[in-house]
């Protein structure tokens, strides 16, 4: 079945630093990619979508290109704030939503 | 335009009890999803519904767990005898439609804690 695989966290970074967490995916077809963000205690939020290969989601400054090629979709940020310390989860729509098992990113002032 | 509202936020039960927990989808929206995210690990898809009927309930737990989705009124999950590992956050999550490509909205989620 459909599956997604993010890398392990927690990632640690200083203030404005680069951010990149790794997403790759297993489906059938040809889904449709999210990222989700999750701050403590709180749902998910919607942070980025990509429909078609090649797609490019952005939002906040998070960017992420659907790569069919490589069934990837790395969510990037080009310099990190303390306020996008979170919970990061990488998912698919096929025929419902599949979750990676998610990162925590901690951002460092 | 509310959003996806979950009631309770946060819900305890000694063991043995019933949990039920409601979930009111954006206006619009015929579809209804929910994910269990245990301590510490990711979101587990538990089940799809529409309305009046059950999608795909292949996360569900076989025993103790049910849920709904009736013509008026919110979606229920009702979880029967709770378990100390029923301890989770539930999340609701809901779409216009089944297609691909469509964003899904989710709640705030539901905190069950078992003692």
């Known amino acids: 079945g459909d599956s997604v695989t993010q890398m392990e966290g927690p990632v640690t970074l200083s203030e404005e630093a680069f951010l990149t967490i790794n997403c790759t995916y297993t489906a059938t077809g040809y889904p449709s990619l999210f990222w989700y963000v999750q701050y403590p205690g709180e749902g998910l939020q919607l942070l980025l979508k990509?429909?078609?290969?090649?797609d490019k989601g952005s939002n906040k400054g998070f960017e992420a290109t659907y790569r069919k090629e490589t069934t990837s979709f790395h969510l990037e940020k080009g310099s990190v704030q303390v306020s996008d310390s979170a919970v990061y989860f990488c998912a698919l729509y096929g025929n419902k939503l599949v979750f990676g098992a998610g990162t925590i990113l901690r951002v460092k002032s | 335009n509310a959003g996806v509202m979950q009631n309770p936020r946060h819900l305890v039960r000694r063991r043995g009890q019933e949990a039920r927990l409601r979930c009111s989808p954006m206006?619009?929206?015929?579809?209804v999803y929910w994910y269990r995210q245990l301590p510490e690990e990711g979101l587990k898809f538990m089940v799809y519904?529409?309305?009046?009927?059950?999608?795909?309930e292949s996360g569900m737990p076989k025993e103790r767990f049910s849920a709904e989705f009736p013509k008026e009124g919110p979606s229920i999950l009702r979880i029967q005898q709770v378990v100390r590992g029923d301890s989770a956050a539930y999340f609701c999550?809901?779409?216009?439609?089944?297609?691909?490509?469509?964003?899904?909205?989710f709640g705030e989620g539901s905190w069950l804690t078992v003692v």
């Open positions: 990509a429909t078609k290969a090649d």
């Open positions: 999550a809901s779409s216009p439609s089944w297609m691909a490509g469509n964003t899904i909205y």
């Open positions: 519904l529409q309305k009046e009927n059950i999608i795909d």
């Open positions: 206006k619009g929206h015929s579809h």
